[in-house]
Nanobody
Framework: QLQLVESGGGLVQPGGSLRLSCTAS??????????LAWFRQAPGKEREGVSC????????DYADSVKGRFTISRDYVENAVYLKMEFLKPEDTAVYYC???????????????????WGQGTQVTVSS
């Protein structure tokens, strides 16, 4: 029953930064009970897990391709999850989606089938 909405995508030059946001509704469910994640999908490629964060915020993981460049965080008051992206590369270009699930499958969070709820996505384009 969660509804997720992403925002913050856009066009940025290589080496630049961007911050994505995903807000969850509170009307029919409690987002605090869910693990949250960011995925991305480029044209012709599979949906790829970027980062995840547990419901408590104590477990965080990243894809190897973004470690050291991206930072995930969540705000329980604002019912939101964020993805701060720095030192962006052209290969980061994709539609970025947020997702929610309970429980979190720590050993396979990067598998899209493990996530129950999805947002509509926001476009990120890294180009000169």
């Amino acid at each position: 029953q969660l509804q997720l909405v992403e925002s913050g995508g856009g066009l940025v030059q290589p080496g630049g930064s961007l911050r994505l946001s995903c807000t969850a509704s509170e009307f029919n469910s409690d987002s605090d009970l869910y693990a949250l994640a960011w995925f991305r999908q480029a044209p012709g490629k599979e949906r790829e897990g970027v980062s995840c964060i547990s419901r408590s915020g104590t477990y965080i993981d990243y894809a190897d391709s973004v470690k050291g460049r991206f930072t995930i965080s969540r705000d329980y008051v604002e019912n939101a999850v964020y993805l701060k992206m720095e030192f962006l590369k052209p290969e980061d270009t994709a539609v970025y989606y947020c997702a929610a699930a309970s429980p979190l499958h720590r050993d396979s969070w990067y598998d899209p089938s493990k996530w129950e709820f999805w947002g509509q996505g926001t476009q990120v384009t890294v180009s000169s």
